[in-house]
């Protein structure tokens, strides 16, 4: 008889004990608790001094911007200029290939100028990257079709020589002068080379 109701109350402080362990968080279930919080990884933009390397070409030589490939020279730079001239706007180095030759100075080389002196005076303009155009539009890289669309019938090819190896010469000729395109390959015509050089003149080719 005086137990009964010390049992009654035991059995309700399990029963409110055992509540308060099972309670559910308000709201919805299913949304994560700050403990649970959920972190996932977005991609984030390169900082400005990360941007990714895309491969393009070098940005151009303040002076050498607008220039266009003629048959003349590179822009400002000309067939006949003296080494002393060059050396004044900053143009050309020493050669790190071969020994006391001068050809163009770092920043054009990476640009994919180099230059042929002979008697301090420069004769051939060689072209290897598609940074600068000639003035039909025509540049490192097209295909044999745009380039004989770009010059129609004044793209002229022959075959020569140079140094015991026949090549093809797809030229264009300006007084004496001429714009010279190398292909790549016999089986590949695209454009490898742009150079600009005396007609009369043996290529230059090695120190």
Request: glycine share 8%.
């Amino acid at each position: 008889m005086f137990r009964f109701p010390l049992a009654v109350g035991s059995l309700a402080a399990v029963v409110l004990l055992a509540a308060c362990g099972t309670q559910a968080p308000a709201g919805n279930p299913s949304t994560p608790t700050p403990s649970e919080t959920i972190v996932t990884s977005t991609p984030t933009e390169p900082a400005p001094d990360e941007t990714p390397d895309t491969g393009d070409t070098p940005a151009v030589d303040d002076e050498l911007t607008d220039s266009t490939i003629s048959a003349q020279g590179l822009g400002p730079i000309r067939l006949g200029m003296s080494l002393s001239e060059a050396q004044a706007h900053g143009w050309v180095a020493e050669s790190k290939v071969c020994e006391n030759t001068w050809d163009a100075d770092d920043e054009l080389l990476e640009q994919g100028a180099s230059f042929k002196f002979h008697d301090d005076r420069l004769q051939e303009i060689w072209v290897g990257k598609p940074t600068w155009a000639t003035d039909a539009g025509a540049r490192v890289g097209d295909s044999a079709d745009s380039l004989a669309e770009a010059y129609g019938s004044d793209l002229r090819t022959e075959n020569r020589n140079s140094n015991g190896r026949d090549y093809e010469a797809r030229y264009v000729a300006d007084d004496g002068e001429e714009i010279l395109f190398l292909g790549r390959s016999p089986e590949d015509r695209s454009v490898a080379t742009i150079i600009v050089r005396h007609s009369d003149a043996p290529l230059i080719e090695g120190c």
